[in-house]
């Protein structure tokens, strides 16, 4: 593949669209030419940043209380028979309530997240392998080497996130693990930030039912640990955390990125 | 399905994707005086339609599908209304390809965070000024997170069209940034000289 034919190409690797072939042929292209290689980062740093800015809009905080409420498919305030600021207005109270606690829940700016065992022991790899004290088993910037490298290691296929999706450029990976349970993580960087990915089975969260029951209640979970931000989700048979110093939401588009695999959806 | 529980199971598929439609619909409806109608509108006919939503498949699009159409709706009635134009749908071919070096000034590739966050309004006026459908589609991506066929299927176009339309939504995006930071940096220029 030629400069220009990978250049062609650049909307759909950004994009993880495309058949695998054609992200195989560009990933080549990009392994072996350092001038696409960091004329894709741009653009797609480019394009991150846009979507970002796109996405990011001031929101009225009653907007959906009403909206769900004239649509018939939220609590309605009741119309008679009560007294003002009776049972109808307290209905609505709790569903603003609710709708803001989890909005605040989502939120990855929020600051006093819950701190978590499975966050605190993430955290504590990340930080141990950053700094050289856990074995470094293997390095590699190659996101096919790194996934054939957990072949056979782990009892799971480990996948690198589409670096498109979230900026995640892997440098490495390891087998540790987790409370008794195999667990696999990557080493890599978003921008300038150190990340790490930990796979694990889904049943290694027994071992943390807070963090498993607020799974099931809300789907990803945001935890602080220490100087370290972590974001967990489930996907299939594993649960997977990413951690780093980094932006929350950075965290968050690393973690979706790695379910968007067909085998994900 | 009794009514409770069928508000309840819609308000959990709803509320992760609430932001995600406001999003949408601000940037997408001629005013944003309009927003609650619309959204409201269209919540009313996801909900009255839940029924026939089958579980398991993909309700975000399911319901952006129904916040399109109303958005589509109410903007045309606002046209018919005003009087005034709006860019068309024209035909254009599918295989439309993008240049290989798009025109981009250097500072929006190096330092992109710096010129988005001085000129946040030129970019949605940017936008705005994109055909509809290339609008819709740059949208969905950025604001929905769909994927090309999700996108094709809330649009009810082939998913040829939301290729192109968002290689030429990017363009000209980028297009309209680059001008604006190059006037800023001759502005400047100026004003030291």
């Not at chain 1, 030629?2 to 695998?20: F, I, K, P």
């Not at chain 1, 293997?138 to 056979?152: I, L, Q």
């Not at chain 2, 919540?43 to 839940?50: K, L, M, P």
């Amino acid at each position: 593949m030629t400069c220009a034919e990978a250049r062609q190409h650049w909307h759909l690797y950004h994009d993880s669209e495309g058949d695998v072939a054609l992200h195989a042929e560009v990933a080549a292209h990009l392994a072996d030419c350092p001038t696409c290689a960091e004329w894709f980062h741009l653009q797609s740093q480019l394009e991150r940043q846009i979507a970002a800015h796109l996405a990011t809009d001031r929101a009225d905080p009653g907007l959906w209380a009403r909206v769900l409420a004239s649509a018939g498919a939220g609590p309605l305030p009741t119309r008679s028979g009560g007294r003002p600021g009776g049972r109808g207005a307290l209905a609505v109270a709790t569903f603003v309530a609710s709708v803001g606690l989890l909005v605040w829940w989502f939120s990855p700016n929020r600051r006093d997240a819950v701190d978590t065992g499975l966050a605190r022991a993430t955290a504590g790899l990340h930080e141990r392998v950053q700094s050289g004290r856990e074995p470094f088993e293997f390095a590699s910037t190659s996101d096919r080497e790194v996934e054939e490298y957990f072949k056979g290691r782990v009892p799971f296929p480990v996948r690198c996130p589409p670096r498109a999706d979230a900026g995640f450029f892997v440098r490495g990976a390891g087998v540790t693990d987790i409370d008794g349970q195999p667990a696999a993580y990557l080493r890599g960087r978003v921008g300038g930030t150190a990340v790490s990915v930990l796979v694990l089975p889904r049943a290694a969260l027994d071992a943390f039912p807070a963090q498993r029951a607020a799974l099931r209640q809300y789907g990803i979970v945001h935890a602080p640990a220490g100087a370290y931000a972590t974001v967990l989700r489930e996907f299939d048979q594993n649960a997977v955390v990413v951690v780093g110093a980094a932006d929350p939401a950075a965290l968050a588009r690393v973690i979706n990125a790695y379910g968007s695999y067909p085998e994900h959806e | 399905m009794a009514k409770s529980a069928k508000a309840e199971r819609f308000l959990e598929h709803l509320q992760p994707l609430q932001r995600k439609l406001e999003g949408y619909c601000r940037r997408m409806s001629y005013s944003a005086d309009a927003v609650p109608d619309i959204l409201q509108s269209a919540v009313a006919s996801a909900f009255r339609d839940f029924d026939l939503y089958a579980e398991g498949t993909n309700f975000p699009a399911w319901v952006f599908g129904y916040l399109h159409r109303e958005i589509q709706n109410a903007n045309r009635r606002h046209r018919k209304h005003q009087q005034v134009g709006e860019p068309a749908d024209v035909a254009a071919p599918d295989h439309w390809s993008p240049p290989h070096e798009l025109p981009v000034h250097q500072l929006l590739l190096d330092a992109p965070e710096v010129v988005l966050d001085r000129c946040d309004a030129d970019l949605a006026g940017g936008v705005r000024l994109l055909r509809p459908v290339e609008r819709s589609v740059l949208l969905l991506h950025a604001v929905g997170e769909f994927k090309y066929r999700e996108i094709a299927e809330i649009l009810g176009v082939p998913i040829g069209t939301v290729m192109s339309g968002l290689a030429r939504a990017r363009q000209h995006v980028r297009e309209h940034l680059a001008a604006i930071a190059t006037e800023a940096d001759s502005t400047r220029t100026r004003g030291g000289a």
